[in-house]
């Protein structure tokens, strides 16, 4: 069991980074891109006999990944919904119904979110105009950043 663990510990890291980089570069990701994932996750979890374990996690993580859309100055768009969505599946499959585990990912996710924030902001301060790094911006103050890149790191510290 633990080297399908690993393999789906690496599966999912290459989803994230696939996702960081999109989102990085365009700020887009692809449904498709979503929906294949999902769908292998679907597939292992039906051979493996976890479906009830999936499912419970993929809905927690939708209801999470909504609730935290409606935080205050937070553009958490449909493609970070869905990626929490299927970082959620993939939890349920690997590590069965641990919500705790989850719960400790999108506070880590809300804290890495927050320490980029607070280094944009403190950039934004000292260089005050419009400010450019990939699909980062930096302009009168607002700053609009890409979520893969928070979920991706705390993708990275929860599997560690």
């Known amino acids: 069991m633990t080297s399908e663990i690993q393999i789906f510990e690496v599966f999912l890291l290459v989803y994230m980074a696939f996702n960081c980089y999109t ?19 679907a597939f292992y979890s039906l051979v493996a006999k976890t479906i009830p374990d999936m499912l419970i ?3 927690f993580g939708f209801f999470l990944a909504y609730i935290l859309s409606k935080r205050p100055g937070v553009e958490l768009g449909a493609g970070d919904i869905k990626m929490l969505t ?9 590590y069965g119904v641990v919500i705790s585990k989850f719960v400790i990912f999108v506070l880590l996710y809300l804290f890495s979110d927050l320490l980029i924030g607070i280094i944009f ?30 979920l991706f790191i705390a993708c990275v510290l929860i599997i560690i």
């Open 121 to 150: 902001h403190v950039i934004s301060k000292r260089y005050k105009k419009t400010i450019r790094f990939g699909s980062y911006k930096i302009e009168n103050g607002y700053i609009e950043m890409p979520q893969a890149i928070p």
């Open 86 to 94: 299927v970082i959620a599946s993939c939890f349920g499959v690997v």
């Open 57 to 59: 996690m993929m809905a």
């Open 23 to 41: 989102d990085f570069k365009w700020l887009i990701t692809k449904n498709i891109w979503h929906l294949t994932f999902l769908n292998c996750i």
